[in-house]
């Protein structure tokens, strides 16, 4: 494995439960600027991808690169500690939810800075937020693993140099882009494997944890209780949870 995850083994329905959202990508989108040219490292399915740009797509899952659309440029088979290009051939790069799974984070990062002349955007989770969600009363055991695989944020742009920004990204109750927090106002969308399957973090926790999460999840749906405690969220147009756009250069 190149990273942290087999996603050849799990990484099957992402092309279909991680879909780009509109409103992060328009974000994501901005912070690269007027840069014509874009590296993305880490390219998975192709999510946020811009199409009105020239694009190179590196990935070292092969059931990643097979799932990218058919309209995506096909991704290059590589790893972010090693980019085959020149210094500087870039005018931007980004790396989105990805970072938390390289096996050095850090020498990815520099290797982003190397070959990009403009801005370097990174969409990640600040592991210090993770608590926000409600998912944290139901599965600490999750919520643990994922605060020690996300890198904090002041060390992502300690690497990237002088001048980075974070920025906190809105989550939308109906975003497309299957991740944990997605899901803040639909607590149904846990009782289906499929969801969990897109998820990461589920591999990382024991069989039983999840189980265990499931069953009360579904109790409490079922008896009302999560709606008692949690209702508010389900009139919340957007959540504010541990998304963050890093972004230095420029």
């Not at 210090?128 to 600490?140: E, G, I, N, Q, S």
């Not at 919520?143 to 809105?170: K, Q, T, W």
């Amino acid at each position: 494995m190149a990273g942290d995850y087999d996603y050849e083994r799990g990484g099957q329905a992402y092309a279909t439960q991680r879909r780009t959202d509109p409103r992060i990508a328009a974000q994501v989108h901005a912070a690269l600027g007027s840069s014509r040219t874009v590296l993305n490292v880490g390219a998975g399915a192709g999510s946020y991808e811009p199409s009105d740009r020239y694009v190179v797509a590196l990935e070292p899952s092969a059931a990643m690169r097979a799932q990218r659309p058919v309209d995506a440029v096909p991704a290059l088979h590589g790893v972010a500690e090693h980019l085959p290009f020149d210094d500087g051939s870039f005018d931007a790069s980004m790396a989105t939810l990805t970072v938390h799974q390289w096996p050095d984070m850090a020498a990815g990062l520099r290797e982003m800075r190397r070959v990009t002349r403009g801005p370097v955007v990174v969409l990640t989770f600040d592991g210090d937020a993770l608590d926000r969600f409600w998912l944290a009363d139901y599965v600490p055991e999750l919520i643990e693993v994922e605060r020690r695989r996300y890198p904090a944020l002041d060390r992502i742009g300690a690497v990237l140099g002088a001048g980075y920004a974070v920025h906190a990204v809105p989550i939308a109750r109906d975003c497309l882009d299957g991740f944990t927090e997605a899901y803040f106002a639909r607590p149904e969308a846990f009782l289906e494997e499929a969801t969990r399957r897109s998820q990461s973090a589920w591999g990382f926790v024991d069989d039983g944890v999840e189980e265990r999460f499931v069953e009360h999840l579904r109790g409490d749906l079922a008896t009302g209780a999560w709606d008692r405690r949690y209702r508010d969220l389900r009139d919340k147009e957007t959540f504010d949870g541990a998304l963050r756009l890093v972004v230095q250069g420029g």
